[in-house]
C-alpha cells in the first residue's frame, strides 16, 4: 500500500472543480486505507493463530477464501448440482456524528386519533471536509380510522434521500 502523503491548501482553492478533485483524492484515500485495514486485521489474525498453534492451543477454523473449494467428502457429491451463488460481506456500521432530537409530525397534520406506533431511522451521510453523518429518528403514527400512517419530515436539507445537501452538490 502507498505511503502518499497529500498537501491540501484551502486557502488557494477558488473552483468548484479544485474541491471536486480534493473530495474525490479523498475519498479515494478512505476507499484505499480501509483495504489496507482489512489486509491487515487478517494478517494479524493469522499471527494470533501461529501464536497459538506454537503454544500448542487450538487455532482459528480454516475457512476457504471466497471462489476456492475447500475439501469435499465424498457425501456431499450429489449435492454440488446446483450453481454457487456469492455473498457479498457484512458492511461495518457507519459510524455517527450527530443525532438530533426525535422529529414528530406537526399536530395539525395527523388526524385526532393518531397514535405513536413506532420510530424509524434515517442516516443521511454528508461531508463538510470533515465527516458529518446525521441519524435522525423521525415519529410514525398510526391512525386507525383512516388506515395509514403518519411521519415526521426531515429538515428541509435531507428531504431527497440518503446523501446530505454538501454530498449532493458534488
Given amino acids: 500500500m502507498g505511503d502518499e502523503e497529500y498537501h491540501i491548501d484551502l486557502s488557494k ?9 480534493v473530495v474525490v483524492l479523498l ?19 493469522a499471527l494470533k493463530d501461529t501464536i497459538n498453534r506454537l503454544k ?5 477454523p480454516k475457512f476457504p477464501a471466497p471462489g476456492q473449494k475447500g475439501n469435499k ?11 454457487t451463488r456469492g455473498k457479498k460481506g457484512a458492511r461495518a456500521p457507519v459510524a455517527m456524528d450527530r443525532r ?3 422529529l ?12 405513536l406506533k413506532f420510530y424509524k431511522t434515517v442516516v443521511v451521510l454528508d461531508i463538510l471536509l470533515k465527516r ?29 434521500g ?9
Fill in 104 to 115: 414528530h409530525p406537526r399536530a395539525e397534520d395527523l388526524p385526532a386519533d393518531a397514535r
Fill in 100 to 102: 438530533p432530537e426525535v
Fill in 27 to 45: 475519498m479515494n484515500t478512505v476507499d484505499r486505507l480501509s483495504l489496507e485495514i482489512e489486509a491487515l486485521k487478517k494478517e494479524n489474525q
Fill in 13 to 21: 482553492m477558488d473552483s468548484i472543480e479544485q474541491m471536486r478533485s
Fill in 56 to 60: 500448542e492451543e487450538q487455532g482459528g
Fill in 132 to 160: 458529518d453523518n446525521v441519524e435522525y429518528t423521525l415519529a410514525v403514527y398510526w391512525s386507525p380510522s383512516q388506515q395509514t400512517t403518519y411521519s415526521a419530515e426531515l429538515p428541509l436539507g435531507h428531504r431527497q
Fill in 162 to 170: 440518503g446523501y446530505g445537501s454538501n454530498l449532493r452538490a458534488l
Fill in 73 to 83: 467428502d465424498t457425501s456431499s457429491k450429489g449435492r454440488e448440482t446446483g450453481a
